[in-house]
């Protein structure tokens, strides 16, 4: 499955707004999903800002663990897992990571100028990407499944939207 396959397991057809409402009675994960992130990105924040090459590619690291992490407590919360089978929810996301990896190490490590050292810099700048792309992926899920509850407005508020574009902004709760 490729990058793209993420597109066709969301557009699945839904049930009928009344029976999807009764099925997210509890949208608090949903809501919170920012909230994680915010918890995630504190704990890397500081090593990023150091900028050292080693830790900084160990944070993104951790990052990535951490929001994978969430990743997969969504998907088990609120999607069918029949969906991912012969995989688990992880193992789905994982292999999705791996070609997000692959290809942002291709483009930032192996352009024609600099070969074969094109130095750890841009090895720190593709480390971040699996991060990136799992940020996109629980927006899109806390805001699909909350326009299916009584919260659907909750995402077009600015605080919402503030915390997405800086996690340390967020407020203490949604």
């Known amino acids: 499955m ?3 396959s993420l597109g066709l397991f969301f ?3 839904v049930w009928a ?4 409402k009764s099925a997210y009675k509890d949208p608090a994960l949903a809501r919170n999903i920012p909230l994680l992130r915010k918890a995630c990105y504190l704990k890397a924040a500081p090593i990023w800002e150091d900028g050292a090459t080693g830790p900084v590619i160990q944070a993104n690291q951790a990052y990535r663990d951490c929001l994978l992490d969430i ?7 609120y999607y069918s897992i029949e969906m991912f089978k012969p995989l688990s929810p992880r193992q789905f996301l994982e292999k999705q990571l791996e070609s997000v990896s692959s ?3 291709t483009v930032q490590t192996n352009l024609k100028v600099c070969l074969p050292n094109c130095g750890t810099m841009w090895q720190m700048i593709a480390s971040g990407h699996e991060g990136a792309f799992l ?3 629980l927006r899109d899920m806390a805001e699909r499944i909350l326009l299916e509850t ?4 909750l995402t077009d508020q600015a605080n919402w939207k503030k915390c997405w574009e800086s996690p340390g902004t967020c407020p203490a709760k949604f």
């Open 2 to 4: 490729g990058i793209f």
């Open 11 to 13: 557009s699945t057809p």
């Open 17 to 20: 707004a009344s029976e999807v």
């Open 71 to 77: 990743s997969v407590n969504v998907l088990n919360q």
């Open 103 to 105: 290809l942002a190490y």
């Open 135 to 137: 940020e996109d992926l």
């Open 150 to 153: 009584d919260e659907s407005l």
